[in-house]
């Protein structure tokens, strides 16, 4: 059974600081690897999707990696802001072939607090 | 275009009523996915569909959570003999197909009294 664990669990940082969050999965058979954001009492925004044979992808300040082999993902935000607050969550989906196909499984979050 | 919309925003039962939730996809993804999120589970899968046939229903917690998807479009989740366990976010998804990147709805939140 695929785990997906996020550390730290919540981070507070003054605006301007480059931060890493943490991800970790214990099956590496994954597909791909999706990180979101969630801000309080909404839905879901997808940040960055890595499929299995990337090692990384980019989208403005934010980078993610993916080490499929060691079973982790680390999501690098740089220059933060204040409006990065938010719960990050990393999510894996297992490798193509099963009915559990479009299953993501997700970590725990990380949530995040910029201060100006 | 359109995101995933999701109805109603917030519903609020007693115990033991049925509910149905409701999910309209992106306009030409074909996969749909359910999810739950509660405080002390997290966010945890409960169905998806490709198409109109659901491949995977391993998520749903008991034989009172039910899903339907016609048309290959909107999708009703329905819950039976509503318990106060069932208290939680219900999220919906959407892919252009299965193994894509999954957008989400912003969620019903359910309270059952």
């Known amino acids: 059974k695929q785990e997906v ?38 839905g879901l925004t997808s940040l960055l999707l890595i499929q299995s044979s990337q090692r990384e992808q980019t989208s403005g300040r934010l980078n993610a990696s993916l080490d499929k082999s ?29 009915t559990s196909y479009g299953k993501l499984t997700f970590g725990q979050g990380t949530i995040l607090t910029v201060h100006p | ?42 966010l945890e899968f409960l169905i998806y569909f490709q198409g109109n046939s659901a491949p995977d229903k391993s998520g749903l917690p008991s034989d009172r959570f039910s899903a339907e998807r016609t048309g290959g479009s909107v999708s009703t989740l329905t819950i039976q003999r509503t318990q106060q366990e069932d208290s939680a976010v219900y999220l919906c998804a959407s892919s252009l197909d299965t193994g894509y990147e999954q957008y989400f709805g912003p969620g019903t939140r359910l309270t059952v009294t």
């Open chain 1, 5 to 42: 664990t996020q550390i730290p669990a919540a981070l507070s940082v003054p605006e301007g600081e480059n931060l890493v969050l943490n991800c970790s999965f214990t099956d590496s058979a994954i597909y791909n690897l999706q990180w979101f954001r969630q801000d309080p009492g909404k």
């Open chain 1, 70 to 98: 060691s079973g982790r993902s680390t999501l690098y935000i740089a220059a933060s802001q204040p409006g990065d607050s938010a719960t990050y969550l990393c999510a894996v989906r297992p490798d193509a072939g099963g």
């Open chain 2, 1 to 42: 275009g359109a995101g995933v919309s999701q109805s109603p925003s917030n519903k609020v039962t007693e115990k033991g009523k049925d509910v149905e939730l409701r999910c309209d996809p992106i306009s030409g993804h074909t996969a749909l996915y359910w999810y739950r999120q509660s405080l002390g589970q997290g």
